[in-house]
């Protein structure tokens, strides 16, 4: 069954802006959250990941001051707010889990075997 369901993805000129969010179901713990993104032919990476409070949060260098990552978990929903989009930021976004109990970490949180939980992604793309 799918447990993390991202929606929110589309097509947005140069410039613009979305919002994509990921859907929390079937998991009993809180636990640090991540977005990932992967462009045909190239290599998953992380963009950003945030801690099970909310107090923490860490981006990837190409996306710091554009992307903000946030978390409700009263609605067990994590949210990634993306301005000042560009072509490069085209690719498949996937909502990722740790373990439960697991918490970010500022040196391991972007690295894929850590998370076990992944769904199904969103396609955002950007036209110049």
Known sequence: QVQLAESGGGSVQ??????????????????????????????????????TSGDGTYYADSVKGRFTISRDNAEKTVYLQMNSLNPEDTAMYYCAAQRPWYNCDSRTWSQKGRYIYWGQGTQVTVSS
């Open 14 to 51: 140069a410039g613009g802006s979305l919002r994509v969010s990921c859907a929390v179901s079937g998991l009993p713990y809180n636990r640090c959250m991540g977005w990932f993104r992967q462009a045909p032919g190239k290599e998953r990476e992380g963009v950003a990941a945030i801690a």
